[in-house]
């Protein structure tokens, strides 16, 4: 595995790299804000599948994080990460500092309209999917993949980020990845670190309230509201401060109005821990 802590190596690195519109020749890019878990190694084993170049980026974004979140205690586990990588097979990995991909002030951004970005997790942390889209927008540039995979446990993330690359015409195709779990359901995340034991103990019971949820819509109980409101007492009476538990469709995120397919998403706090997941219907 080739390391790259510069635009220009890595521009360099793939130049040369056939870029077919389909097939082996693809470059399949995975980013990431490192901290790697077996989740984002899923990704890049599923990259391998659509082409046989593999690039994964490390890079903590400031522009996704809203002053007092937690991005100066943001895990930064470089080396093991490296080893993970390398023993996954990636083939190039883009480890930039933040002077080397933001040299001067980001004043050109991707701004995603406030009825995809506004809302669940926008509502809760403004500004959160400009800064998401406009440092994918940045990496596409350079690496210049013609596909990329992102997770489905960010769901508004990857919704938002299909909707940036169909509008934008790019010429890249982005592959869903499944949610990967832990044996008791919790969705494995970088932020579960942060859990105490007892914590640790109690956070699966946002994945099994969230199938609650999902088996009562398909039996046909479709009082969606009545659903929403229950699931946020459930996780406040043991202890969890909910900011959203919400049926949505999932071409849009917006209420269901008609027998699209569904999801059902989730944001809340354990302690000092915020924990995201969802389930589709």
């Known amino acids: 595995m080739q390391i790259h802590q510069s635009i220009a ?74 080893e993970k990588l390398l023993a996954a097979g990636v083939d190039h990995l883009f480890a930039p500092s933040e002077a080397e991909l933001y040299p001067e002030p980001q004043q050109y951004v991707i701004e995603p309209p406030a009825k995809h970005a506004s809302i669940l997790e926008g509502e809760f942390r403004p500004g959160h999917f400009c800064g998401v889209a406009t440092v994918v927008m940045k990496l596409f540039a350079i690496i210049q993949p013609q596909a990329a995979l992102f997770g489905k446990k960010d769901f508004q993330q990857f919704m938002v980020l299909s909707a940036m690359v169909r509008e934008f015409a790019l010429p890249i195709e982005i592959i869903p990845g499944e949610t990967v779990r832990a044996a008791d359901g919790l969705a494995l995340s970088s932020r579960n670190g942060f859990l105490s034991a007892t914590e640790r103990a109690e956070a699966p019971r946002l994945f099994h309230l969230l199938q609650r949820v999902a088996t009562t819509i398909r039996a046909g109980n479709l009082d969606y509201t009545k659903h929403e409101a229950a699931a946020k007492a459930e996780l406040q009476d043991s202890g969890w401060i909910p900011d959203y538990v919400a049926v949505r469709k999932r071409i849009d995120l917006q209420s269901p109005t008609d027998r699209s397919p569904l999801v059902v998403l989730a944001a809340a706090r354990l302690g000092n821990t915020r924990l995201i997941d969802n389930i589709e219907i």
Do not use: W
């Not at 980013?31 to 899923?42: D, R, Y």
């Not at 890049?44 to 996704?64: D, T």
């Open 9 to 82: 190596t890595i521009r360099e690195a793939l130049s040369g790299t056939p870029a077919a519109l389909s097939g082996a020749g693809r470059i399949v890019f995975v980013p990431t804000m490192g901290n790697l878990h077996a989740g984002h190694i899923a990704l890049m084993q599923q990259a391998r599948a659509h082409g046989n170049v593999v690039v994964a980026s490390i890079f903590v974004n400031r522009l996704q994080f809203r002053p007092g979140e937690d991005f100066e205690k943001y895990p930064r586990t470089f080396a093991a990460d490296c």
